[in-house]
């Protein structure tokens, strides 16, 4: 009999997202999805693609109960990694042209505690999948968040690695060049060129909210930016950045780290205010993922459709 969505919010459960750079190799692409496809015990749950950032984000979720006593791995910890491996094998960061940061093939993968997970038990997944990438597929990994030791904030280990800085005006194109005195926390020290670094982390849950605006002044969308980051004096629990996106527009890309705190509508309303001040008209902003009850529920229905066929 499946588990009601009641119980299974009394299981450890986390969601994973992964961010990968690159949306127009197809093949790769599909190769990616199929490593997805063997886990059902970690489920894909949303897909997100932008092409004129040429960066996908992949939400996945599972059980944080041991399924593998032997290497003590998780089924999200499992699939995770296979994901990874397969990122690494077809993907060339050398290659790779966006107007979206990256520090690598696989940029970013963050871990999120749902139902009655703890912090603590998603950290210590989101150490292993550390671990195993930087030991066993040899790239450099850094921790942030609550699976680093000192909760080392994710911007802070960007800023360090030169995250924010485009190597062709606004653009990022080919391999980084990243500073020697910063020691991963597993994996060799020199990244290779053709998969760069990545930044693991655990964190409370995070949405992202894009708005787009029509100009091609990139100072003008910094300035903005700025004004709409805690950072800069802004809205507290948010994080804010200028990009260009596609042919004569920019977006104002924001990290709401708590949208009870500063809600999307906030951040629309700001962005529009500043944007009517340097003359720009602003778009209507989206979000690229689901909420963290969305996910929930989507993982329970997942989940409870493999207990069915099991």
């Not at 977006?251 to 709401?256: F, R």
């Amino acid at each position: 009999m499946a588990m009601a969505a009641q119980p299974l919010k009394r299981l450890p459960l986390a969601c994973c997202k992964i961010y990968i750079s690159d949306t127009r190799n197809v093949v790769a692409l599909q190769e990616i999805e199929s490593s997805f496809r063997v886990h059902p015990k970690a489920p894909l749950l949303h897909t997100f693609e932008d092409h004129e950032y040429n960066r996908v984000g992949y939400t996945l979720a599972g059980s944080l109960s041991t399924s593998e006593p032997r290497n003590g791995r998780t089924p999200l910890q499992a699939a995770v990694t296979d994901v990874v491996r397969t990122a690494l094998r077809t993907i060339d960061l050398s290659q790779h042209s966006g107007s979206h940061p990256r520090l690598g093939v696989v940029d970013h993968i963050c871990m999120h505690p749902l139902g009655k997970a703890s912090m603590a038990d998603t950290a210590a997944v989101a150490r292993g999948i550390a671990s195993e990438i930087g030991e066993s597929l040899q790239v450099p990994a850094f921790l942030y968040g609550a699976a680093h030791g000192s909760g080392r904030p994710l911007d802070d280990i960007r800023r360090g690695l030169g995250y924010f800085q485009p190597n062709n005006g606004g653009l990022w194109i080919g391999s980084n060049i990243f500073p020697t005195s910063l020691q991963p926390d597993f994996g060799p020290r020199v990244a290779p060129p053709g998969r760069g670094i990545v930044v693991v982390g655990a964190c409370p849950w995070v949405m992202n909210y894009n708005v787009p605006l029509p100009s091609t002044d990139l100072n003008k969308g910094k300035r903005i930016a700025r004004k709409v980051s805690e950072r800069g004096g802004g809205l507290v629990k948010v994080q804010a950045m200028a990009l260009l996106h596609g042919v004569d527009c920019i977006e104002i890309a924001c990290n709401l780290l708590d949208t009870d705190v500063s809600s999307p509508d906030a951040v629309q309303h700001l962005v529009a205010t500043l944007a009517a001040k340097e003359g720009i008209q602003a778009g209507d902003g989206y979000l690229t993922g689901h909420s963290k009850d969305d996910i929930f529920r989507l993982a329970s229905e997942k989940l409870n459709a493999f207990a069915d066929e099991s």
